[in-house]
């Protein structure tokens, strides 16, 4: 049995632990949810260029994470759109902007994966609707595949 003041000690080293950096949370190879509208940039950079606005519930592959230590940024493969670009993951308040549905090496992030490197094409329609299906079922809520569009950013 923990004694008491063994138990206040604990609850108070974990909550003054600084919060987890982005990339502990979503590692490169996962896949998001934007849990709201966001805007997709041309890089890290918040004042780049604006190339692509997406919508609640669209799913991202995370490819990378932003260089600054303090970074909220992620770039991210828009999966059903071929877009490539940046978002925020965490606003400056706090407030979660994006949540994991499919974690590192699960079928969904696999699959996403293989659409991303342009595998997917070539593993035909009813691999992509499974795909899809795979995705709806996961939690992501207003997905809808769209049309592949040219990349933007790298």
């Known amino acids: ?22 990339a502990e949370v979503f590692p490169a190879g996962c896949v998001i949810e934007l849990c709201g509208a ?11 260029e604006n190339c ?15 260089s600054a230590p303090d970074s909220r940024r992620l770039q991210v493969y828009v999966v059903g759109r071929g877009l ?13 902007l994006v949540t994991m549905v499919g974690p590192l090496g699960s079928e969904i ?5 293989a659409e991303a490197s342009g595998s997917w094409r070539s593993r035909g329609p009813s691999q992509a609707d499974e795909f899809r ?14 049309p592949a569009m ?3 950013g790298t």
């Open 1 to 22: 049995p923990i004694d008491r003041k063994t138990a206040m000690a604990t609850i108070s080293t974990l909550t003054s632990v600084k919060s987890l950096h982005p």
């Open 38 to 48: 966001a805007v997709l940039r041309t890089s890290e950079d918040l004042s780049s």
């Open 52 to 66: 692509g606005e997406l919508d609640e519930g669209q799913a991202c592959l995370v490819i990378s994470h932003g």
């Open 84 to 96: 490539r670009g940046w978002i925020s993951c965490v606003a400056k308040s706090g407030r979660k």
């Open 109 to 113: 992030a696999l699959n996403a994966e």
């Open 133 to 146: 299906r795979s995705v709806v079922s996961s939690g992501c809520a207003g997905y809808q595949a769209m």
């Open 150 to 152: 040219a990349s933007c």
